[in-house]
């Protein structure tokens, strides 16, 4: 009862890892799918090898992670290793990010090639000098970029947002038009950690993104708001640790979720307990399937 | 969690090593590390060397980040994060060889202080040996390897490993340090039919089991190790051979 589609690619469970979490190598992406996860959606990867920022990089605080790894990658020429060892295990994703249309038109070839089931395009991460979320709240960009990945590969293109943003229904809109096959909602929200000791911020970047519990509202209103405005299939994102919050996001308007933080939070076993007990929540509440609960919370 | 904590006491443990002391209620067993950072400096995985409510990090000076550790005076304060990782499983009633290599001594304090093992320490001149005052306070037989015979047994600490476990029958070993020795100490506990526990390095980011760039084959060293039992180890092919580089690139294994 779990199997659901975003758009034309079925997945037998509903939850994927997503993006920046267990994703960087072969090994550890099979062992995801080894615990349950339905997909999983690879690290950003770029053009060219990156050691990303330098540490500190990540902080512990209330509710959530604060983290600017800076887009680390190996690049997208030996990346093709690492996905020839997890395509034979599964469904993946593969997430990309590039600074204009035609770089994110190469990548998203490239992942193709390599055997992803369906492209992610990271138009949001908040912590990466032109890259990311510079990219992604130009609606113009974003149609260029998506217009130019679609024109390359012909497996699903989906974009991914950032909520750092008060047009984010444009943004959506943009995606739409430009004949992309899925939202994915939403990426780290632009944050900042001060060390009161030494007066100074504690990244080395200064700035991060936040994830983990402390986003969930926010991730769960953006998917509200990116259904009531497009017509597309929506991947919900963000402080997603057990069923109750992923039911949040399906009955926001998701067909499938994907989690992160809570793989540290909660282990690599959390895919099981989230199944196992969306599950139950269905059987008991009168739900056939996760196309029955999705959009439920609209009118 | 994360917390500054105040420069409680530095001591000189030989010509390139220091240890802090520094008040920290956060619970920690023996073998867990944390990550350290001053302002100037990159944060870095540092192994917890005494784990009560006092404890402490020994840090030998290799770099830039460890050399500005070494600046730190009484009072400073210290931004630790953690306690990370699972670290050694200890059996009190089983006989135990706690083998330190290095800076790797450091790490495995608190395992011999919690069950009194038996102790190996590696090092290569007799100007590296490291808290091996600290090792007689806790335990009955401490033994010392140096590479140039300056003092102890002459040669590496596997070979006095292999030694000491001819003489005594040992239930378990457990071994920190450079990875070229952890893999003689798990070769030598698979020939002589010993269970082993080994402490791993890998680089280091988010110290806690999210961003994936520590894994040896899948496993993350910073959350399902350090520590991993030599049967885990065995099935680790890059384990002594490969290891990621910040980009996460594939390269050999130092
Ligand atoms: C779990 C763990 C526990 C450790 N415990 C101790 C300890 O108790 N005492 C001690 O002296 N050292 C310990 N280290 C090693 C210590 O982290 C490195 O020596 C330190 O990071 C070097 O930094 P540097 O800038 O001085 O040197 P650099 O010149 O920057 O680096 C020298 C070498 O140190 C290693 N290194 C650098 N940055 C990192 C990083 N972020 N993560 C992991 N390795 C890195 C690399 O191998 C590098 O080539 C531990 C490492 C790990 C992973
Ligand atoms: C350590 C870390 C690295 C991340 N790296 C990426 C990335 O490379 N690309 C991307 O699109 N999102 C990345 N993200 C964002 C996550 O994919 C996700 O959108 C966000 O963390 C919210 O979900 P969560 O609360 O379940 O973690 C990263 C998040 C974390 C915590
Ligand atoms: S350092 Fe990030 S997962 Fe281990």
């Known amino acids: 009862m779990l199997e659901t589609f975003v758009g034309r690619l079925a997945l037998d469970r509903p939850g994927m890892v997503a993006s920046g979490i267990m994703d960087e190598t072969g090994a550890s992406m099979a062992r995801m799918l080894d615990s349950g996860a339905g997909a999983v959606v690879t690290k950003s990867i770029g053009l060219a090898p990156s050691p990303g920022h330098r540490n500190p990089t990540f902080t512990e605080v209330k509710g959530g992670f604060v983290n600017a790894m800076g887009l680390p990658n190996p690049g997208i020429d030996l990346f093709g290793e690492e996905m020839e060892i997890a395509v034979r295990k599964g469904k993946i994703v593969g997430s990309v990010f590039g600074k204009d249309p035609a770089e994110f038109s190469e990548l998203a070839g490239r992942m193709e090639d390599y055997g992803a089931c369906a492209v992610e395009l990271n138009l949001s991460c908040p912590h990466a000098k032109g890259y990311g979320m510079e990219v992604g709240v130009d609606p113009a960009l974003v149609k260029s970029i998506v217009a130019a990945a679609k024109s390359s590969v012909s497996v699903p293109v989906w974009a991914k947002l950032t909520p750092n943003t008060h047009i984010l229904g444009e943004i959506a809109s943009a995606v739409s038009d430009a004949g992309g096959d899925a939202i994915v909602a939403i990426n780290t929200l632009k944050a900042m950690v001060i060390s009161p000791e030494f007066a100074a911020p504690f990244l080395s970047n200064r700035f991060g993104g936040l994830s983990g519990p402390a986003v969930r509202s926010v991730g769960v209103r953006a998917v509200y708001d990116i259904r009531s405005a497009v017509d597309l299939p929506i991947v919900g994102v963000g402080g997603i640790s057990d069923w109750r919050d992923a039911a949040q996001y399906i009955m926001a308007g998701a067909c499938a979720f994907q989690v992160g933080s809570a793989i540290a939070s909660k282990g690599v076993n959390v895919f099981e307990a989230i199944n196992r007990d969306l599950e139950d929540f269905m059987r008991s509440f009168g739900y056939s399937s996760i196309r029955d609960m999705e959009g439920a919370a609209h009118e | ?254």
């Open chain 2, 1 to 254: 969690m994360s917390d500054f904590v105040k420069i409680l006491g530095a001591t000189r443990e030989s010509h390139d090593t220091m240890t802090f002391e520094f008040r920290w209620d956060e619970k920690a067993s023996p073998g867990q590390f944390v990550m350290v950072w001053v302002p100037g400096m990159e944060e870095v995985p540092m192994s917890l060397s005494r784990t009560n409510r006092i404890k402490s990090i020994t840090v030998k000076a290799i770099g830039d980040d460890t050399r500005r550790l070494h600046e730190l005076r009484l009072g400073d304060s210290l931004r630790v994060r953690g306690p990370y990782g699972r670290g050694f499983s200890l059996k009190k009633g089983v006989e135990t060889l706690a083998i330190g290599g290095g800076a790797g001594t450091a790490a495995i304090m608190p395992a011999v202080k919690e069950i009194g093992a038996d102790v190996i320490i590696g090092a290569r001149t007799e100007a590296d040996v490291i808290m091996d005052d600290l090792a007689s306070k806790y335990s009955k037989n401490v033994w010392i390897s140096t590479d140039d015979g300056s003092r102890g047994f002459r040669g590496n600490a596997v070979q006095l490993m292999r030694e000491k476990a001819a003489e005594k029958s040992y239930g378990m070993v457990l071994a920190c340090g450079p990875e070229v020795m952890l893999r003689g100490v798990l070769g030598a506990c698979s020939e002589l039919g010993l269970d082993c526990q080994l402490s791993m390095e890998r680089h280091m980011k988010c110290g806690a089991g999210l961003c994936g760039c520590c894994v040896i084959d899948g496993q993350r060293v910073c959350k399902d190790g350090p520590v991993f039992t030599g049967e885990q180890a065995a099935r680790m092919p890059e384990f002594g051979s490969k290891r990621r580089d910040e980009a996460g690139r594939l390269v050999g294994a130092r």
